[in-house]
């Protein structure tokens, strides 16, 4: 009996003395890491501030593979949600959502030092009022580095087990953040060190259309400018000739796809629109449809046929060349174009700004979480607005061209389709007008010019 009563006892002890420690332990918990990276301010904010990018930096995937994410909510800014399922018990079931980003994208520029971005946190780990803040700080000589301090935040109250969990902070909360904020870094290092803070993009939805066109490569020593001017309109010579002969008219500007930029030449396609996808050659329809990415065959025997010419199949008008387009004859083909969402900002100059865009929006998509596959989707630009001179041969009116970067959904998340508007389209900000009397010419170093009071 006597024994008993000391076990009693003892227990007793034990839970007064876990209740006061219990007591005296703190209410609340705070585990943070910090990373520099080489990267501005702006690409950071953008890549955490919508959820898009986030499974390929969380560390979920890395502890379960087969980790199933789902995109709710806003597509970008505050209001987005990821939510995630494992059945692995370390991973579980949760969510996060964007509780707050200060300042907005918008208000991010050169002069803004910081920013913060709080991220709700609901999962299994004890506490309430959890959440993540993601502190962001321009530094190095150049303002070209930031400090990205991503910190845990949690209240326990005065429940005793949650206080108790606080000795164990350092344990998931803290490797998810280590984890995840060394994946951050080497997602952003993936990203061109581009500058796009001018850039206004917008989410498009271009729709099917015919168009013959005409592939070409040019050498870049002596100049883009002046190579372009002279392939461009020997191409569209071409492809005008060939819509005469099919009895199809030519319905708008000219489209430039480019398949190659590289240091010595620039490989691409000029396009025309017409105005039937129902071609009729030597007594036989042909309906036009999309190009196809060439197939490891037909890539295996091109790089035969690059290396060896004469061993190039011939190809006679209604056959379909490696990228399934129709064959009109021996440069011209014919395809259907577009019908993918499209990323689209504006540019105002030479067409040497033209490949200064296409980077800036490349850079823009990977930030935002938008995929793109140059390979089965080449990036175009359409010269919707010509370049007018005077008589003395100075420029008047620079040409305006409308450059396209084609994007996809994300493969393997529920919700993660293609936004129907970029966050700049959801906070109205214009694109740009058509520049005129502007007497600098535009340069391959150029940032697409700021919004005007022109509407798109």
């Known amino acids: 009996m006597t024994r008993v009563l000391e076990f009693i006892v003892a227990l007793i002890i034990v839970v007064v003395v876990g209740v006061v420690v219990g007591i ?119 303002g070209k580095l930031t400090k990205v301090t991503w910190s845990y935040d949690v209240s326990y109250g005065f429940n005793l087990m949650d206080r108790y969990s606080n000795l164990y902070i350092h344990g998931q909360p803290d490797a998810f953040i280590q984890y995840s904020l060394n994946n951050l870094q080497n997602a952003l290092a993936s990203v061109p060190n581009v500058d796009y803070s001018d850039l206004i993009p917008y989410m498009e939805q271009p729709k099917a259309t015919p168009v013959l066109l005409v592939s070409t490569q040019i050498n870049l020593k002596g100049g883009l400018i002046d190579a372009m001017n002279d392939a461009v309109p020997a191409a569209e010579n071409e492809i005008k000739a060939a819509a005469k002969k099919l009895g199809v008219n030519i319905t708008g500007p000219r489209i430039i796809y480019t398949t190659n930029f590289g240091d010595q030449t620039y490989s691409f396609d000029v396009a025309m629109p017409i105005d039937n996808g129902s071609i009729n050659m030597n007594g036989q329809s042909y309906q036009l449809a999309p190009q196809t990415p060439p197939s490891l065959e037909s890539q295996v025997a091109s790089a035969s046929t690059s290396a060896n010419p004469a061993n190039a199949p011939a190809l006679n008008p209604g056959d379909k060349d490696r990228n399934g387009r129709l064959v009109i004859d021996n440069n011209v083909r014919g395809m259907l174009a577009f019908g993918k969402p499209a990323l689209m900002a504006k540019w105002n100059g030479t067409i040497v700004g033209v490949k200064n865009t296409r980077e800036q929006l490349e850079a823009y998509a990977q930030t935002h979480g938008l995929k793109f596959n140059e390979i089965t989707d080449s990036s175009y630009d359409i010269e919707v607005q010509p370049e007018v001179k005077d008589n003395s041969g100075n420029i008047t009116t620079y040409a305006q061209y409308e450059v396209y970067l084609p994007v996809a959904d994300l493969q393997g998340v529920t919700g993660g389709a293609v936004p129907q508007q970029t966050p700049e389209q959801q906070a109205g900000m214009k694109q740009p007008g058509v520049l005129s009397n502007n007497p600098q010419p535009a340069s391959s170093s150029s940032a697409p010019a700021p919004a005007s009071s022109a509407a798109k």
């Open 24 to 142: 005296i332990m703190p209410g609340s918990g705070h585990v943070e890491r910090s990373l520099v990276v080489s990267k501005d301010l702006r690409q950071v904010y953008d890549m955490v501030s919508n959820f898009r990018t986030f499974p390929d930096y969380g560390v979920l995937r890395a502890y379960d593979a087969r980790t199933q994410y789902t995109l709710s909510g806003s597509s970008f800014g505050p209001g987005s949600e990821i939510s995630w399922s494992s059945q692995d018990q370390k991973v579980g079931d949760g969510k996060l959502t964007i509780a707050n980003a200060t300042p907005a994208f918008n208000k991010i520029d050169s002069t803004v030092n910081s920013a913060q971005l709080i991220w709700n946190v609901d999962n299994a780990w004890r506490g309430s009022d959890k959440h993540f803040t993601l502190d962001l700080l321009r530094q190095g000589n150049t």
